[in-house]
């Protein structure tokens, strides 16, 4: 490539067509950056796309967070909708999303990534050069990573000695697919959302449901007084009540609903409430009153088909469902590879490179709340990054001094395990993003156009 061509390389690139990719996509062209998306699949939506390759929701997948706390900012969910819209309507409204802001036209289908190398003139890098698998190559000025985290399924190796048929919700489509669980006794590894819903779902067709997890958790329903539980929560939140008056409300609202766990024979989480993803389900414990489901704690080890878990006890298993989250894959690009003893990128709030203006990722978080909107200003500050960096050393200036101060959440604790190293608290994570991107609109009003 010329010295010319490397001078008018001006394109970014947005890798992935979900939803963190189509927000990114419409911010950078609604700020006249020139852009374009790559997508494997042949049409848009990612994990809401039911049935294609890499989509992990299944048939009756709704929304554990509501509407009003996980729409665009700027694009309202229908107002006939129910409060917790299942995954056709998630991706009818990505679809209407994309049809607004006229983005299929910069969507490029079909076109999955192999690898990424930086564009070098005279030992500095002026861009990144993207092969696909088709064996074509595209330039770009920079990269937005927006493909999600939910591509390498986490299968617990004590899985590898049961004798019988072993996947990962990852693959759960319905009871009956990939694998029937009528008449069987079936095994659902994993307290999060997945496994949870999982479990509830064979409890109506299986034989008999055994649920296995690590700990006890906390269990919030959905609705209390027939308003979305997360809606009055924020209400609080901007009231701006301390933590521990949020947890003493909410535990009031939990045993008014659906009640306690000690109330349904399960023992008291060993933490907060908050200090883990929270699960949200109305019917884990109705299942559970019925002996439909039965909570079983973490498993010892199989011998064949007999499941023996920590305390003691055995049961024989036909089917076993390990809902137990992913592994964070990242292309191998050397500058966003985790440190050593790590297995995040070590990103400002996740998102941004602490020092580079050429790449940043959207999406590669675990708000405790609805995702979209806070990935949607997570793209308002990137889009504002390359403006600033092309046009405003003063923004430029000061978004790199953001960028190098302390990212953490110290609001709350979160347990250490794999499950939270992406884990953030939405109402300060995103109070702190809007502080950017007025912070950046300040210093840009002034720059040269």
């Known amino acids: 490539m ?3 061509d490397m001078n008018d390389l001006s394109k970014w690139c947005v890798i992935g067509a979900g939803p963190s990719g189509l927000t990114a996509l419409k911010n950078l062209l609604h700020c006249n950056i020139e ?12 994990n809401w796309y039911f049935g294609s390759s890499t989509s992990r929701v299944f048939e009756s997948t709704r929304l554990i967070s509501s509407k009003s706390l996980t729409e665009f900012t700027d694009f309202p969910m229908p107002r006939e909708w129910p409060a917790y819209p ?3 309507q998630c991706l009818d409204y990505l679809h209407r999303y994309s049809d607004h802001f006229g983005l299929r036209n910069h969507i490029l289908f079909q076109k999955s990534v192999a690898h990424i190398t930086p564009l070098q003139h005279h030992h500095m890098r002026t861009g990144w050069c993207v092969e696909l698998e088709d064996g074509t190559t595209r330039n770009y000025a920079g990269l937005i990573f927006a ?4 591509h390498e399924p986490r299968i617990p190796d004590i899985v ?6 072993v996947f990962h919700s990852a693959d759960y489509k319905s009871p ?3 694998y029937t669980l009528k008449n069987q006794r079936v095994l659902v590894i994993g307290g999060g959302n997945s496994g949870c819903d999982i479990a509830v779902e064979s409890s109506h067709h299986a034989t008999s449901t055994f649920h296995s997890t690590r700990r006890s958790y906390h269990i919030l329903p959905r609705l209390f007084m027939s308003r979305p539980s997360d809606l009055r929560g924020e209400r609080l939140l901007k009231m701006g009540m301390p933590l521990w008056l949020r947890r003493s409300i909410s535990r009031r609202v939990v045993a008014r609903t659906i009640g306690l766990p000690e109330k349904h024979g399960l023992s ?3 933490h907060n409430l908050w200090e883990t993803h929270p699960i949200i389900n109305d019917n884990l414990y109705e299942r559970i009153d019925k002996g439909a489901l039965h909570a079983v704690p973490d498993i010892a080890r199989f011998e064949g088909d007999t499941a023996v878990f920590a305390d003691g006890r055995h049961e024989r298993i036909d089917v076993v469902i390990a809902a137990t989250g992913y592994r964070l894959t990242f292309p191998k690009i050397s500058i966003l590879e985790p440190k050593v003893g790590h297995s995040v990128p070590e990103l400002f709030m996740h998102f941004l490179h602490p020092e580079v203006n050429d790449i940043a990722v959207v999406g590669m978080i675990q708000p405790d709340s609805g995702q979209w909107g806070i990935t949607d200003l997570q793209s308002q500050v990137i889009a504002r990054m390359i403006l600033a960096d092309r046009r405003a050393p003063r923004a430029k200036t000061w978004l790199k001094k953001q960028r190098q101060r302390s990212s953490g959440d110290h609001s709350i604790r979160y347990i250490d395990s794999p499950r939270h190293e992406l ?3 939405h109402f300060s994570y995103s109070k702190r993003l809007k502080k950017l991107i007025a912070g950046m609109n300040r210093r840009l009003r002034h720059a040269p156009a």
């Open 423 to 425: 884990e953030v608290e």
């Open 86 to 88: 299942d995954h056709r």
């Open 35 to 46: 852009a374009e998306c790559l997508e494997r699949e042949d049409d848009l939506g990612g």
């Open 147 to 150: 493909s999600g985290h939910n």
């Open 176 to 178: 009956d697919v990939p």
């Open 268 to 270: 008291y989480p060993d």
């Open 160 to 165: 590898s000695n049961f004798s019988g048929p």
């Open 2 to 4: 010329s010295a010319r």
